[in-house]
């Protein structure tokens, strides 16, 4: 079988490790380096293996415009323009290096989100282990090949795209670098209701794109991708906040450090809990093994005396001869005399 594994920093990323769980910080430092800072170091606490920012500015992820299709409309940024939201939203490119450095202290690797060359440029001078590409720039192959010319592994959102743009944002990547790719289901909707989830998706878009999977979930709550772990899934990307009532862009569909910590554990719970899909005999069954039913004397027999249902009977523990015998030594006769509570084996039984 391909091996699909991507590493990242010191961390293998596939199929057969744990899930790799990133804490997304986005917009939630709500323009505060200290708070940004104890986001961080709740991401830490709560078991996060990775942090992710986003490097862009206001400028160089659109122009500010007064025309219609520059403001949005609908949904939980309504009213604003584009520019004006991600003034708000940016994190400010002299923070990255302390947060990555802070990161790095408590144990957690830390990477960005470039939305133009730019950003690539100076993640590159931070020496970020690896690239993750938004959802809505899946499209954009010159900021995929830029990444990967980095020869860091790419994770690459899906929402929006369709499979044919899903297949030519691997391709692109696989052709211009050879750090490897992961492929994030994804659904671009704030919050993402869990009915339009489709996580059955995973196993499609395994098959779609060849490589490892993962999902970047917008939903409420930690149920999504602690289901998605048993479907395969080998990364999950959360939205982390300190308090969703402090508010902020994307407050509102973020986990807080609790529930990010209810997802590590419950990821890893399953993931554990999936095994191999071999039949063996797990360790802690070894115990129970003695106590499943088997064929005992259930009353004195004499020596000669028959064996019937009443005297002999399938019960708990096991040290006697399988149940399914039962109707091959009923009628026989005892080879010696049987004390109740015998476990009967062939050699009580007269031929």
């Excluded at 960005?112 to 970020?128: K, M, R, T």
């Excluded at 297949?167 to 790719?181: D, L, P, T």
């Excluded at 704030?190 to 098959?207: C, I, K």
């Excluded at 088997?294 to 004195?300: E, H, P």
Aim: proline share 5%; aromatic share 6%.
């Amino acid at each position: 079988m391909k091996n699909i594994d991507v590493t990242i920093g010191n961390r293998a990323v596939g199929p057969g490790h744990e899930p790799f769980v990133i804490a997304e910080m986005s917009a939630n430092h709500l323009g505060s380096l200290e708070r940004a800072m104890q986001i961080v170091e709740a991401a830490a606490k709560a078991g996060a293996h990775a942090l992710k920012l986003q490097t862009y500015t206001a400028d160089t992820i659109t122009i500010e415009s007064d025309r219609e299709e520059f403001q949005i409309q609908g949904g939980l940024w309504d009213g604003e323009s584009l520019h004006g939201l991600y003034q708000k939203a940016f994190t400010p490119w002299e923070w990255h290096a302390p947060i990555f450095a802070r990161a790095a202290e408590l144990g957690m690797l830390a990477f960005s989100s470039p939305f133009d060359l730019s950003a690539v440029e100076y993640l590159e001078a931070l020496d970020v282990p690896a690239y993750k590409i938004a959802s809505f720039e899946l499209v954009d192959h010159g900021l995929i090949a830029a990444c990967a010319q980095t020869g860091k592994p790419l994770i690459m959102s899906t929402g929006l795209a369709s499979p044919e743009e899903i297949k030519e944002a691997v391709a692109v990547a696989q052709a211009h670098g050879e750090g490897g790719v992961v492929v994030l289901h994804c659904l671009s909707g704030y919050p993402t209701p869990p009915s339009e989830f489709n996580l059955r998706r995973l196993e499609a878009l395994r098959e779609l794109t060849g490589v490892a999977v993962g999902i970047s979930d917008h939903s409420l709550g930690a149920t999504i991708p602690i289901a998605a772990t048993a479907l395969g899934a080998c990364v999950i990307e959360k939205h982390l906040t300190l308090r969703r009532a402090d508010g902020g862009p994307d407050g509102a569909f973020s986990l807080e450090p609790k529930e990010l910590a209810e997802l590590v554990a419950g990821a890893r719970t399953i993931w554990q809990a999936m095994g191999t899909g071999e039949a063996s005999r797990a360790k802690s069954e070894s115990a129970s093994k003695r106590y499943r039913r088997s064929l005992y004397v259930v009353r004195d027999i004499a020596v000669g005396e028959p064996l019937t249902a009443e005297n002999v009977r399938s019960i708990r523990p096991s040290l006697g001869l399988a149940p399914k015998y039962l109707p091959d030594v009923l009628g026989k006769r005892a080879s010696r005399a049987l004390e109740k509570g015998t476990p009967l084996a062939w050699e009580l039984v007269a031929a």
